[in-house]
């Protein structure tokens, strides 16, 4: 298969400032980053480099948006691999296409994120049908990430700790955990997403206890349905 079918084409420019973590989250994100940036430096002293990050937690709560963030503060490219394309009905050729996408990641030390990791890293369990390939794949993605270069990045996320393969797990030097907002926090989201409108369109009614998906879906929704409200307003005033 062609190495472009394996990787989704996102151009999304996302910011530090586009997320939202507690000063935890915050910190080992920071000391992530610092540790790219200086990382001649600490090879120097022959410290290793931190450079794969396991995202779990809550749907729609910032994990693809942390990861494309990281990118964009490295200022690296990133590789998000096309899991539909990538997983054959021959997990052979499942582990030969994640091997491409690895081989190019490494080759342009830029960041690959692997969303839904579960799909790939299950655990390999006696009671699978598959169990035998479903082993093997594993074995693969183990030997891929245990040889990542320092000077690339792995980003993985799962909405599914809990089935992954622990030897996977025990490969990523840094596990950041996302859960649902707490209600200060989607207040801050809510602020932000209605600062780029005009003040008329920012009253709106405010959803607490969903993610930041949702909240971005809902913020969204009910700005259009303000804005074409007016619009038709102000059309029927000029024709009457």
Sequence with gaps: MNIVDLIIN????????????????????????????????????????????????????GKTMTAKAIASALGKNILILNLSNVICSKIGETSQNIKLVFDKAAREKAVLFLDEFDQIGKARGNDDKDVGEMRRLVNTLIQLIDYYPEDALLICATNHLEIIDSALIRR?????????????????????????????????????????????????????????????????????
């Design 10 to 61: 996102d151009r999304e420019q996302v910011s530090l400032d586009d997320i939202f973590l507690d000063e935890t989250r915050k910190d080992a994100l920071t000391q992530l980053l610092q540790e790219h940036t200086y990382i001649e430096e600490l090879h120097q002293y022959g410290l290793p480099v931190n450079n794969k990050v396991l995202l779990y937690g809550s749907s729609g709560c």
């Design 172 to 240: 990523f030097q840094l596990r950041i955990g996302f859960d649902m907002p707490a209600t200060e926090v989607l207040d801050d989201y809510y602020n932000q997403l209605l600062s780029r409108f005009p003040e008329h369109l920012r009253n709106i009614e405010r959803q607490y206890n969903i993610s930041f998906a949702e909240a971005k879906d809902l913020t969204f929704t009910l700005v259009k349905t303000k804005l074409i409200k007016a619009l038709a307003e102000k059309n029927k005033m000029e024709n009457a």
